[in-house]
Structure formats: structure tokens, C-alpha cells
């Protein structure tokens, strides 16, 4: 079983709608927890990053932990057609730092 | 503009030639690191430095090494390349010593034949 668990998704949606992406651990020490957005052929670019549980907000963007279920998730309001991307979970305690494998979000006019 | 570049962005080699990637930030960053990136695998850390001299091994250093002799600068070193080292790699590097805000470079895409 992997540490990281998320579903590659392809996930499509039309343009507005709630995007809802998910991950889910095995390791209860990981304490920060970060998602990525990759364009294709470009490098991963850091979108939300949090520390423990909670919610955080950022423009369209909210991320969201639950430790207790050892879940996360991101969620992107009014999405739009530059949203499409491939996104990726992080998390890390002071020993690792892993990646999950990503969702490829596509959002259609 | 503060970035982080990768040289060569593509490169097709054959099994034993040496080869160097190379990596620069501009942004005095403490941290740098490499991953590689396979499908279905995700990335995977090969090498991070926490600074000038101090480099450590991640999660798959096997065939892989590094240095870091100047704070702006952290190639990547396949001495006998193989089939299995072709990857898309990316560079990375933060400020301190946090890997959860790290900004990545393009990548290089390698084909080992």
C-alpha cells in the first residue's frame, strides 16, 4: 500500500463548477501538507501549502485536512478552463517528504 | 524573475555516457533538490542539499550523484547511465530548510537508449 493515495483522475467538469480532489495517507506523523498545480511539460508550482488540520483559503482555492481521517483534500471554486492541470498532493513530517501520483483535472467551456 | 532553470531541457543518450544536468536558481535558496517523475510513481526525491557542501541522499539515489560547490548551482551526475534512468526530472529549491514550499524548475525530459 502507498504512503499517498490519489486518483488519477482524468476528472472533467464544466466551467463554474466545484471541483472537488482528494487524497488520502497512511502515515499519521506527515504535518504539513501541500498541493501542487503542473501544467503540461512544466514543472509542479505550489498552490496551498497548510500545517495540521484545518482549512485554508486562498482566492478560488480552499484546502482542507483531516488528520483524524488522514484525508485531504482541495477544492477550487468557479472553475475555469486554466484550471485544467494535473494536480498533486504532498505531505511531510521531518523524516520524508512524499508526493502522491496526481489528478488530472480537465474544466471544459 | 525569481526561477529555477534546467539545462539540458531534453536529451536522448545511450547506455554508459556519462551525462550532467544542470540547475540554477537565482533566488539564494538554502535547499535544493531532484526528483524524477514516472507515471504511476509520482515524484521521487534522488537528492536534496541543505546548503553549500551538505548533500544527502532522498528516496532513489542509485546511479545518481550530486554536488553543491556554489549556492546558486546543484547538477545532477549520471556517471553510466541506463535504460531504466529514463525519467522527466526536475530541479528544485526553497528558502531555509523547507521542502513543503519548494518552486521546481521545467524539468528535463532524458531518454537513455
Known amino acids: 500500500q502507498k504512503e499517498v493515495e490519489q486518483d488519477p483522475g482524468p476528472l472533467s467538469v464544466p466551467e463554474g463548477a466545484i471541483v472537488s480532489l482528494n487524497c488520502t495517507y497512511s502515515?499519521?506523523?506527515?504535518?504539513?501538507f501541500m498541493w501542487y498545480r503542473q501544467y503540461s511539460r512544466k514543472g509542479p508550482e505550489l498552490l496551498m501549502y497548510?500545517?495540521?488540520?484545518g482549512n485554508k483559503e486562498d482566492g478560488r482555492f480552499t484546502a482542507q485536512v483531516d488528520k483524524s481521517s488522514k484525508y485531504i483534500s482541495l477544492f477550487i471554486r468557479d472553475s475555469q478552463p486554466s484550471d485544467s492541470a494535473t494536480y498533486l498532493c504532498?505531505?511531510?513530517?521531518?523524516?520524508?517528504?512524499?508526493f502522491g501520483t496526481g489528478t488530472r483535472l480537465q474544466v471544459f467551456p | 524573475e525569481a526561477q529555477v532553470t534546467q539545462n539540458p531541457r531534453y536529451l536522448i543518450t545511450v547506455t554508459g555516457k556519462k551525462l550532467t544536468v544542470t540547475c540554477s536558481q537565482n533566488?539564494?535558496?538554502?535547499?535544493m533538490s531532484w526528483y524524477r517523475q514516472d507515471p504511476g510513481l509520482g515524484l521521487r526525491q534522488i537528492y536534496y542539499?541543505?546548503?553549500?557542501?551538505?548533500?544527502d541522499k532522498g528516496d532513489v539515489p542509485e546511479g545518481y550523484k550530486v554536488s553543491r560547490k556554489e549556492k546558486r548551482n546543484f547538477p545532477l551526475i549520471l556517471e553510466s547511465p541506463s535504460p531504466n534512468q529514463t525519467s522527466l526530472y526536475f530541479c528544485?529549491?526553497?528558502?531555509?530548510?523547507?521542502?513543503?514550499?519548494?518552486?521546481f524548475g521545467p524539468g528535463t525530459r532524458l531518454l537513455v537508449l
Open positions: 528544485a529549491s526553497s528558502s531555509g530548510w523547507g521542502r513543503e514550499t519548494q518552486y
Open positions: 502515515n499519521s506523523a506527515f504535518q504539513y
Open positions: 497548510t500545517y495540521s488540520s
Open positions: 504532498a505531505m511531510s513530517n521531518t523524516d520524508k517528504l512524499i
Open positions: 533566488m539564494n535558496h538554502e535547499y
Open positions: 542539499s541543505m546548503n553549500v557542501e551538505v548533500t
